[in-house]
Structure formats: C-alpha cells, structure tokens
C-alpha cells in the first residue's frame, strides 16, 4: 500500500463519516441489535420496547446512547443466562424502570439540557441572575 492509497482511504472514510456518522459508532449500533436478536423472544421484545423508549429519552451523543444500550444488553442477557424472569427485571412499572435507568446516563439528555434552559431564562426574568 503506497501512502497515496492510505490517504486516499483516509479521505474516503472521512468523507463517508460526514455524510453517514462515525463508522464505529454505526458498527457498536450493529452489535448491540445483533446482541437483541440472540436474546430469547420474550427477552428481546421487552429491550426492543426499552431501546424505542430510551432513544426518545435518553442520552443525544451517540457514545452515551451506545454505552447505554450496550449496559442494557448485558443486564438482558445476564438476566438470560441466570433464568430471571423479564418482570424480575424491569419490575410491575417498565416506565420506573426505564426511568431509573436512564438517569444513569444524564450526559447530552435533551430533556437536561431543556431543564437547563428553563431555569436559566426564569432565573434571568427574575432577577436572579445577570
């Protein structure tokens, strides 16, 4: 491989992560679903309703999204490898659970950040702060 060929594929994947997103991150997404897939089919539809609802509220990075999910597959396949139950896991309230478990990853929560704004504008509006 000449340097020209290594630069050339280094513009490439450049260019490609511009118009698609980091390449590795895509690659983690692809295993954490592959993950999900394994899981038996009770399993596997409770962490693809969880997934659905944390990607709505959970982490806006996408390396706190995938640690999270990643943690989310773990909990779900050790939960497999010992015979828990999947209401043993999430409890009698999935939303608590997954809740509880989001707050966890509270880093790039576009729910955070809103709360954030909102205080900072009233505490402005009242005086509060310059």
Request: charged share 30%; glycine share 8%.
């Amino acid at each position: 491989m000449t340097a020209e060929t290594g630069e050339q594929k280094g513009r490439l994947q450049r260019y490609l992560e511009v118009l698609v997103g980091p390449l590795d991150q895509k690659k983690r997404y692809r295993e954490f679903k592959a993950r999900t897939e394994r899981l038996p089919p009770g399993y596997r539809t409770a962490i693809e309703a969880l997934q659905r609802y944390m990607l709505y509220f959970g982490p806006g990075k996408a390396d706190s999204l995938l640690e999270m999910l990643d943690d989310l597959a773990d909990l779900f396949e050790q939960s497999v490898a010992s015979g828990t139950p999947v209401r043993a896991v999430v409890g009698d309230d999935p939303v608590a659970f997954a809740e509880e478990f989001l707050r966890n990853y509270p880093e790039g929560q576009w729910i955070s950040r809103e709360r954030a704004r909102l205080t900072d504008a009233i505490n402005q509006a009242a005086g509060d702060r310059p």
